[in-house]
């Protein structure tokens, strides 16, 4: 069964910064192509980056974070990271781990991140 954990939200002020981590396990994760969405509060899901199978060597970020995150992967480990700085109140939001696996898509329950002073 395909399952994801993310951790790493909390508050934080605006202008800091957040490491967000997701453990991947009931899949061969190296595999896959992996990804970061987000959902603000009485907003649709959005998916803000994503990142290639096996290697990474190819990334994904949504146009309007402005280079302000980068997405990583450990194979090894199992994980999936979302770097990010420069946090604005605009990126409050539940973050969640993607992937799709022949044709299903399998998300966390969600890390919330709130940025606010």
């Known amino acids: 069964q395909v399952q994801f954990v993310e951790s790493g939200g909390g508050l934080v002020q605006p202008g800091g910064s957040l490491r967000l981590s997701c453990v991947a396990s009931g899949f061969d994760l190296e595999y896959y192509n992996l990804g970061w969405f987000r959902q603000a509060p009485g907003k649709a899901r959005e998916g803000i980056s994503c990142?290639?199978?096996?290697?990474?060597?190819?990334?994904y970020y949504r146009e309007s974070l402005n280079g302000r995150f980068t997405i990583s992967r450990d194979n090894p480990k199992k994980m999936v990271y979302l770097q990010m700085t420069s946090l604005s109140p605009e990126d409050t939001a539940v973050y969640y781990c993607?992937?799709?696996?022949?044709?299903?898509?399998?998300w966390g329950q969600g890390t919330q991140v709130t940025v606010s002073s």
């Open positions: 993607h992937t799709k696996v022949y044709g299903d898509d399998y």
């Open positions: 990142i290639s199978s096996r290697d990474g060597s190819i990334t």
